[in-house]
C-alpha cells in the first residue's frame, strides 16, 4: 500500500507540472506603439531554421508622427539557437533617414568579445554568457521556463552599450490588449529612483511572448506597445 502511494502522489505531481511547447518556427507579430500622443507600428518576424534564427522589425510612423517624421526604423537579428535558446551573432539598427544614428552588434562567442558600432565609432567589450541583443532578448523568453522563478537576469545590448537587465517576475496575471485577453507573467525591473523602468506582460498561452510593454522615463514620460496581431506556426 506505501509503494502504491508514492506511486499515485507521483503521478499526481507529474500531472500538475507545467508542460511547456516547443517554441515556435514562425512568428509574425504586429505591436502598436504610444508616446506623447503619438503612434508607431511595428511589424515583427521570427523564423527559425534547424539551429538558425532570423528575426526582423520594422517601426512605421502612422498618422501625424508620419506626416511629421515619415523615418521608418528596421532592426534585423541574426544567429543560432540551441538548448540555452536564442544565441545573436549580429544585429543591426538601421534609420532610413538619419544613418548617424544606426548602430550595430557583432557577437564572437568564441572570443568571448563583443563589438559595438555606432556612430562610426567601434567599442569591443567583454561577451558575457547569455547575452542578447534588444530584439532576439523578446523572442528568448519562449526558451525560458519562468513558472518557478522569481527573478530574471540577463545583459542586453542595443548595438550602442551593453547594459544588465534584472527583472522581478508575477504570475497568474490577466492583460487585456488590442488583440485580445491573455493571462500573463508580469516582469517588473522595479526600478530606483532617477531611473527609467521597463515592465513586460509575457503571454504564457502562446510561448511567452511579450503582448504589453510600458516604459516609463526617468522624466515621467511613457513609452506603450501593445499587442494587436499575432500569427503563430
Not at 32 to 57: A, F, M, P, W
Not at 109 to 115: V, Y
Not at 122 to 147: E, H, I, K, N, W
Not at 210 to 232: H, R, V, W, Y
Request: net charge neutral.
Amino acid at each position: 500500500m506505501k509503494l502504491f502511494l508514492q506511486a499515485l502522489a507521483w503521478l499526481m505531481l507529474c500531472a500538475a507540472a507545467p508542460v511547456f511547447a516547443e517554441p515556435p518556427d514562425s512568428v509574425q507579430a504586429t505591436y502598436d506603439v504610444y508616446k506623447n500622443g503619438l503612434r508607431v507600428e511595428i511589424r515583427e518576424t521570427y523564423t527559425r531554421d534547424q539551429d538558425r534564427y532570423t528575426l526582423s522589425s520594422v517601426w512605421t510612423p502612422v498618422g501625424l508622427l508620419a506626416m511629421l517624421k515619415p523615418e521608418r526604423i528596421l532592426i534585423d537579428s541574426n544567429g543560432l539557437v540551441g538548448k540555452q535558446g536564442l544565441q545573436p551573432l549580429l544585429l543591426n539598427h538601421r534609420r532610413e533617414l538619419d544613418e548617424g544614428k544606426n548602430s550595430r552588434a557583432e557577437f564572437d562567442w568564441n572570443g568571448k568579445q563583443l563589438t559595438l558600432i555606432h556612430q562610426a565609432q567601434r567599442t569591443v567589450v567583454a561577451l558575457p554568457v547569455g547575452t542578447q541583443d534588444r530584439l532576439s532578448a523578446m523572442y528568448q523568453f519562449m526558451f525560458l521556463s519562468l513558472q518557478n522563478a522569481d527573478t530574471l537576469d540577463f545583459p542586453m545590448t542595443n548595438g550602442s552599450k551593453l547594459d544588465h537587465y534584472r527583472y522581478a517576475i508575477t504570475r497568474d496575471q490577466t492583460i487585456k490588449v488590442p488583440a485580445g485577453e491573455f493571462k500573463a507573467i508580469y516582469l517588473d525591473s522595479q526600478a530606483k529612483p532617477g531611473e527609467s523602468r521597463t515592465e513586460i506582460w509575457l503571454a504564457t498561452q502562446y510561448h511567452n511572448l511579450p503582448c504589453k510593454i510600458i516604459i516609463t522615463e526617468a522624466n515621467g514620460d511613457q513609452f506603450t506597445q501593445l499587442l494587436s496581431k499575432l500569427d503563430i506556426r
